[in-house]
């Protein structure tokens, strides 16, 4: 409530209140405050590579920890940083965007947070405890069965736990636009963004099962003695590939089509325009992820699949270019005739396009299988997937955080930092990923931690290490950039950028009942309507009443806590059997939670329409 | 509570499972699920489909499996199937006792299912030395039944869990959503059982 909110609380008081919430908003900030945090190792990992990397035959990082590298910055800057800095954005502003005062499911919305949290100390915790997982973050089988230590349980149990996570998330999303849009808001008038964010849960929902099924079969091999991927017993290793993928590729969609819904929305706000072709962005977005699920094979055109499997696959993944070239063209056309304002914001989504159409050029190079033959396990591999995740996610995210975040800080980021933090990273992420294009063509495979004098890659390899010094040097200036705005920044208004969108009607940061009335909503871009006709502000579709609001529970985090003890237990069993009760008590933590949570009613509280009157508008 | 009023209604709605939000969001969201539990089945179905005849030496399907035992627990599961149904039937009409009993005799038939299930299970291991551990087959098979296992073993405990809270308080429009929700739950179960009745046992017997 904002009549608490501004009297000074105690740190412990702040901290439960974090543990405890179910507030859409808060749990965004910790999803970003987490997501950041694993962003900031795998950028230390990255790193790390980059120093053996700068010169030939280097031996800063011995090959077995350069293993553990290139895997723990895969699997954190995928799983721990990418994606829950975009759930955290989908948290924040979805809700918003759509006129709800909250999500479907709260309280899920707080356990997906905290499984993703233990799932990704557990990962993490690999470090101190004997050695991270070195079998690459695609973990292909039978190196994953044959890697020694316990690198790989903790891959395999923190994924498990934080996947689940991400799955709870999806569904809760999907039932958010599903039953609680405002009046008026017809699924024809979402936001970009609220559209990417419920068709990349669709994504969700049906990749990551198959990923669980992945990690439980690996898990069984390597705990419980099964023989899935061992092929003396008749076993099939290309089994977990096909897992692995079917999960993998959705995956790649799932981090690229929130950014791409953020830049609609950035694009149309700052070009003081409609978005042009909304309707074909929307099916182009729901193709993308609908030929997502067919392409995952064009990761295995080496495998052997066979001519016609690989043509098929090479087919329909170049299929996804023209759904992708819908987006960039409506995109320039939205722009096209726009009273364009260039910040921080608009700078990331301009330098995006370009970027992340070289990375969908060398796409469809890689989607043609024979010449995929050339380029398999190369580093033009590297720089094309850097090229799309960097150039489209990251380059999202930082989009968005500067968009977003007067609404969910109440401060503007300040805005010479954000443009010098922009342009050292864009020639830092070039300086780093263009060259190895050519670096993989003229042979350097990837994965390897030396590589030999003289073989044309020596300067390839220092520039590239320059970049991504500068690439840090942006990320320490964007971190400074927020330290300084939350010390000193301007506080922001209600609407600075002049939105279009619901979520610009709202107090900056938002009441935690988001809107005191919900809003009529009529037609696409409603605030903007509004505006357009004089009035400037929504029309309520309620009277002034009552306000439903769920309870705050610390459930969600004991029982996230359960699954992380009963994931160490599953890890050291092997060793010696008295970890199993490790494996017990966690289970029966985390049971035990969920029975409560069954049993006990929670019929969430009212905030009375007098206390609503009493607050100011 | 303030809204103890709004949930215990002087009538019941037609359909108190989708009468608030939450019991909406209830229903919609367990569909959800579903469609993911769906990926999660099918991934199992692939993995056995490719490592069914990985035998290793050991027994094979046509050994091992007998159609009585495996017709008797589909008969179980697919009756408490629709027991459920008929327990769903007394919550629309507000029959709280009722929806009860048939709600007591699904768990029965479940239970029934798991003995059965339990009873397979020790036959192969005790009787033809196959387990988890014996052949890909092994790994593959003793995986995906245990996962529909496993998903019975939740549903019976939910179940319970739910007819014991609510014995004393009947319906609302609270716990309606609830007892709907594990319905859907327990038809999704009993559709695998009826392709893992197809694909492992009935294929298994003629491949």
């Given amino acids: ?617 | 509570m303030s809204q103890d009023h709004s949930l215990n209604p002087e009538t019941m709605p037609a359909e108190p499972e989708k009468a608030t939000l939450e019991g909406k969001n209830k229903f919609f969201g367990l569909w959800f699920f579903l469609g993911g539990e769906t990926v999660l089945f099918a991934s199992l179905f692939g993995t056995y489909l490719a490592l069914k005849n990985s035998t290793a030496g050991g027994p094979t399907s046509n050994d091992l499996f007998g159609l009585e035992l495996v017709f008797l627990m589909t008969i179980l599961l697919l009756t408490s199937s629709l027991t459920s149904v008929y327990a769903m039937y007394h919550m629309k009409n507000n029959e709280f006792k009722k929806m009860q009993l048939w709600l007591g005799i699904t768990a029965l038939l479940g239970l029934g299912f798991l003995a059965c299930e339990i009873y397979e299970f020790a036959h192969y291991i005790t009787d033809y030395g196959f387990t988890f551990r014996s052949s890909a087959f092994g790994s593959a098979f003793y995986t995906l039944v245990s996962f529909h296992g496993g998903h019975v073993i939740f549903g019976l405990s939910w179940l319970i869990a739910l007819m014991v809270r609510n014995a004393k308080r009947g319906l609302n429009l609270y716990n309606a959503p609830k007892f709907n929700t594990f319905s859907l739950y327990w038809h999704f179960i009993d559709v695998v059982w009826v392709f893992i009745f197809t694909v492992v046992y009935l294929m298994g017997k003629v491949v």
């Fill in chain 1, 1 to 617: 409530m904002s009549i608490a909110a501004t009297q000074k609380r105690g740190f412990g008081t702040v901290l439960w209140d974090y543990l405890t919430t179910v507030d859409h908003k808060k749990i965004a900030h910790l999803y970003l405050f987490g997501g950041g945090f694993f962003f900031l190792l795998g950028g230390l990992e990255a790193l790390f590579i980059r120093i053996q990397l700068i010169t030939p035959e280097n031996d800063f990082l011995s090959a077995g920890l350069y293993n553990e590298m290139i895997t723990m910055h895969g699997t954190t800057m995928i799983f721990l940083a990418a994606m829950p800095l975009l759930l955290g954005l989908m948290n924040a502003v979805m809700p918003l965007q759509i006129g709800a005062r909250d999500v479907a499911f709260p309280f899920l919305n707080s356990l997906g947070l905290w499984l993703f949290m233990f799932g990704g100390i557990l990962l993490n915790l690999s470090w101190f405890l004997g050695g991270a997982p070195d079998s690459g973050w695609t973990s292909y089988a039978p190196l994953s069965i044959q890697s020694p230590g316990h690198g790989v349980d903790f891959y395999v149990l923190g994924l498990q736990i934080a996947g689940a996570g991400t799955l709870i998330g999806g569904i809760n999303f999907l039932a958010t636009v599903v039953t609680m849009r405002a009046p008026g808001m017809t699924y024809m008038r979402m936001p970009l963004f609220t559209w990417a964010t419920f068709i990349t849960s669709v994504l969700i929902l049906f990749a990551f099962p198959a990923l669980t099924v992945g990690l439980f079969l690996l898990m069984f091999d390597r705990m419980f003695g099964s023989a899935f991927f061992d092929v003396a017993l008749g076993g099939n290793t290309i089994i977990w590939q096909h897992l692995f993928w079917i999960f993998g590729h959705p995956e790649v969609y799932i981090l690229i089509l929130p950014a791409f819904g953020l830049f609609s929305d950035i694009f149309s706000t700052f070009s003081r325009k409609r978005l042009f072709g909304y309707t074909a962005m929307v099916f182009a977005t729901m193709l993308i992820a609908f030929l997502g699920f067919m392409v995952w094979a064009h990761h295995m055109f080496t495998v052997g699949l066979g001519p016609v499997a690989n043509s098929i696959f090479a087919i329909a993944t170049m299929a996804i270019a023209v759904p992708t070239g819908i987006k960039i063209f409506n995109w320039l056309a939205t722009m096209w005739g726009g009273s364009i304002k260039i910040n921080s914001a608009m700078l990331w989504s301009l330098g995006f396009i370009p970027t992340f159409t070289i990375g969908g050029m060398t796409g469809v190079m890689l989607g043609s299988s024979v010449a995929d033959y050339q380029y398999h396990d190369t580093y033009f591999v590297v720089a094309h997937f850097h090229y799309v995740i960097v150039g489209g996610t990251v380059f999202g995210i930082l989009a968005g955080l500067h968009y977003w975040w007067p609404k969910m800080f109440g401060r503007i980021l300040h805005e010479g930092m954000g443009k010098f933090t922009f342009w050292v990273f864009m020639i830092g992420f070039h300086l780093t990923f263009f060259i190895q294009h050519f670096l993989g063509l003229m042979g350097m495979p990837r994965r390897y931690w030396v590589f030999l004098e003289d073989q044309g890659l020596d300067l390839g390899n220092l520039i590239s290490t320059i970049g991504a010094f500068l690439m840090a040097i942006a990320v320490i200036v964007f971190l400074y950039n927020v330290v300084h705005t939350a010390i000193k920044g301007d506080k922001a208004p209600a609407d600075p950028y002049d939105g279009r969108t619901l979520e610009w009607t709202t107090a900056s940061p938002p009441a935690h009942y988001n809107f005191k009335q919900l809003p009529l909503v009529r037609g696409l871009d409603p605030l903007w309507i509004e505006k357009t006709e004089g009035k400037g502000k929504m029309t309520p579709a309620e009277p002034l009443g009552d306000i439903h609001m769920p309870n705050g529970s610390i459930l969600p985090f004991i029982m996230s806590l359960g699954f992380f003890i009963a994931g160490i237990g599953f890890i050291f069993q092997v060793d010696h059997s008295a970890w199993l009760i490790a494996v017990y008590v966690g289970m029966a933590i985390a049971i035990g939670c969920m029975l409560i949570r069954s049993l006990k009613d929670d019929h969430g509280h009212h905030i009375h329409k007098e206390e609503l009157e009493r607050e100011a508008d």
